[in-house]
């Protein structure tokens, strides 16, 4: 902008109600220096041209489609606030009134510049008014009480009639603001935490969001947050009592008006498709060397979906997405309510990953193809295992270029040092799209102890055969990566999901040490301490242990009900596996599975006794627990999880045990029996295995009744 509002200047021209006649107003091309705009305008290159060269005077109000009245009302309710120096002097209600005026007036402006036919902008159809909802203080519809937002923006077309909608959903905000009458540190802080509660909400309910942005307004200093999946950033406080700082704000709301729609956070690879009722989304295929896929290779391929199983319900991360989708395009619109009858399922996430796609040897695309590959022409044992369809880097067009979307390009333009941050080789993510065939539900959908078990040993015996065969190590054993698959027949299969932690073993010989994957409660000790065991699958096989005692305690047929849970929890020892510090929850596994005594009477003897299989359960928790932590075919110093000492190593070699293994640098003598059973892990895991089979065969005398009757 040229000449801003600064009702305090001098100004030698009349003013007619609080307006200087002559202010002139320009939307810049290029975002000021400050890091404000940048993150808004990222790529600024992409906005519309010509556009910095436009002018508006509040003199022309007819020739510009600009009421001049109404551009006085909103000057007089948003004055105050710009002239705010310290601590805003009245509430924080009436701090949103003098702050959507504010943002309105930028509105009216930006229209009434695209609108005049005076002055062409190339992209127009692309440009929108980013403005506020007139309710302030209100609780979103697809929300409950506890989360009302201050002030929420929306978008419209720049064209249509400007009304202020009375409120906004969720799924329709692009962004949020915060608001504090003060401006210390204890004010922004707070004013941060409840923006970032709210902007998580925003990544729940927009399916198609990749970054966000939202503000705070401490008194007269606003900033700029942005959102990614690996960080979030803010800008440098815009002081609306300045010049420079209504300059940099009223910039940026101009540059989120006219910058590309991926600059906003949003995929554009994922429409709504309001005259079907449905969503549209492209899905990549990375395929340069599979002949069955000859007709896809290197296109993108789209499908349909109503259906959405899987949220980004967390402000960092993945941004995991799971919907339920088909490639065959309606015909019509759908009712009110309908659901697309889907065929497969797809996954969208930010995972790590390596910058140059053909360097990456962690993608889970090529792992699953890796899979595919292995059991699509040799499967005698009828592994049940995922199968892909297409999958690959989600890329989208900016302006005439093609831009993979990786941290790389979502935090483009924010700040320099985050950017070379997120785009190292440690933090940076790419986004990943894959069509899966088989169709699957959560772990907490099991009604009988039966299906649970039929479930875990389907998951298990994919696993073995996964690892055997392709040399693939899962590493991520949990209750989110199992699925449930009914079968016409009405029996239950296991599928075992989500390679993003999985690693070659073939490839990588050294194998991971001291990184940490998998999910509470599920982690194995070792990924809990960070050691420097290397990983095998054994710590998959003890990740299925602790999810078979979490769910043999909680019990089926709940559907995993909080309340029921937190009861049924209360007072137990296995409450400490996901309760408490990275610590606690370390000593507590440690402490329960110390020895075989202590497990039972710790873990399974507490199993929910009201279940007519907890017995059978118990019998195969204690059988998995021996084949892995006192396997018999091993000497009692591969037992347990506690450090043993051996004086010498010739005192070991004379009690025929294993030599010594340090658990640190320091050559202390103490040797890890998890060290020592990482040795023997291909032993282990076919004990393990036979385990596994044993009880589904004696599974024909289980009990069928569920505890909890459907």
Excluded at 63 to 75: M, W
Excluded at 98 to 122: C, E, M, N, Q, W
Excluded at 437 to 448: V, Y
């Amino acid at each position: 902008m040229e000449r801003l509002l600064n009702p305090k200047s001098p100004n030698k021209d009349k003013a007619d109600g609080g307006i200087a006649t002559r202010t002139r107003c320009r939307i810049a091309n290029t975002p000021t220096s400050g890091a404000a705009t940048k993150l808004a305008a990222s790529g600024s290159t992409s906005l519309a041209q010509g556009v910095s060269n436009l002018t508006i005077s509040t003199e022309e109000p007819t020739q510009l489609g600009i009421n001049d009245a109404q551009l006085a009302t909103d000057f007089g309710k948003f004055k105050k606030w710009t002239q705010t120096k310290g601590d805003y002097d009245g509430s924080e209600k009436a701090m949103y009134d003098h702050i959507r005026p504010f943002i309105t007036y930028v509105a009216r402006h930006v229209k009434a510049r695209l609108g005049s036919s005076s002055d062409p902008v190339d992209g127009k159809n692309e440009c929108r008014l980013i403005h506020p909802v007139k309710i302030t203080d209100y609780k979103p519809e697809d929300l409950d009480d506890s989360t009302r937002i201050e002030i929420g923006l929306i978008d419209s077309k720049y064209n249509a009639d400007f009304e202020l909608n009375d409120r906004a959903s969720y799924y329709e905000l692009r962004a949020i603001l915060e608001v504090k009458v003060g401006k210390g540190k204890d004010d922004i802080v707070k004013a941060f935490a409840q923006l970032y509660a709210y902007t998580r909400q925003m990544f729940a309910e927009q399916h198609n969001l990749r970054s966000a942005l939202g503000f705070t307004a401490c008194a007269g200093d606003v900033r700029l947050c942005h959102f990614g999946p690996s960080k979030a950033v803010s800008s440098k406080p815009m002081d609306v009592a300045t010049r420079e700082g209504r300059r940099a704000f009223i910039e940026l709301l101009a540059n989120m008006s006219l910058c590309d729609e991926s600059q906003l956070g949003r995929d554009p690879t994922m429409r709504y498709l309001s005259e079907l009722r449905c969503w549209q989304i492209d899905c990549p295929d990375d395929d340069d060397d599979d002949d069955d896929n000859d007709s896809r290779r290197g296109e993108v391929a789209q499908y349909y979906f109503t259906n959405v199983i899987c949220i980004a319900d967390r402000l960092f991360g993945r941004h995991t997405r799971c919907f339920l989708a088909t490639e065959s395009r309606p015909t019509k619109q759908l009712e009110e309510g309908q659901s697309l009858e889907a065929t497969v399922v797809i996954k969208d996430a930010f995972a790590f990953a390596k910058p140059i796609a053909s360097e990456d040897d962690r993608d889970e695309v090529k792992t699953l193809k890796k899979i595919r590959e292995a059991f699509y022409d040799n499967n005698p044992d009828d592994i049940f295992y995922p199968k892909i369809v297409v999958g690959g880097r989600v890329k989208f067009k900016r302006g005439s270029q093609l831009v993979e979307d990786t941290t790389s390009t979502i935090y483009e333009g924010v700040n320099s040092k985050l950017l070379a941050i997120v785009s190292s080789d440690s933090l940076f993510r790419a986004h990943r799209r894959i069509v899966m065939k088989s169709i699957g539900e959560p772990l907490r959908t099991i009604k009988t102890a039966k299906e649970f078990v039929a479930v875990i040993c389907n998951a298990m015996q994919c696993h073995y055969a996964i690892v055997d065969k392709c040399k693939i190590l899962h590493r991520d054993i949990s209750n989110n990566n199992i699925l449930v698959v009914r079968m016409e027949d009405g029996t239950v299969r296991g599928l075992l999901i989500d390679f993003d932690c999985a690693i070659d073993i073939s490839r990588d010989k050294k194998d991971v040490r001291g990184e940490m994957t998998g999910t509470f409660p599920f982690m194995s000790l070792n990924n809990l301490t960070c050691s420097n065991v290397k990983r095998t699958s054994l710590d998959d096989w003890e990740s299925v242990l602790y999810l078979l005692c979490w769910y043999a305690t909680i019990g089926f047929g709940t559907g995993e009900d909080r309340s029921e849970v937190q009861a049924r929890l209360k007072g137990l020892d296995i409450a400490r596996w996901r309760n408490g510090t990275l610590i606690t929850i370390t000593n507590a596994k440690r402490a329960h599975l110390r020895n075989l005594d202590n497990f039972e009477t710790d873990i399974v003897d507490r199993f929910d006794q009201r279940d007519t299989n907890s017995e059978h359960l118990g019998v195969f928790a204690l059988d998995l627990y021996k084949a892995l932590f006192a396997n018999g075919k091993l000497e009692k110093v591969y037992y347990g999880t506690k450090e043993k000492k051996i004086d010498s190593v010739l005192e070991a070699r004379s009690s025929n045990q294993p030599r010594p293994t340090p658990i640190g640098d320091d050559n202390s003598g103490l040797i890890n029996p998890f060290a020592l059973r990482a040795e023997k892990w291909e032993q282990i895991s076919k004990d393990l295995l036979d385990v596994i089979n044993e009880t589904k065969m004696e599974m024909s005398d289980w009990k069928d009744t569920p505890k909890h009757p459907q």
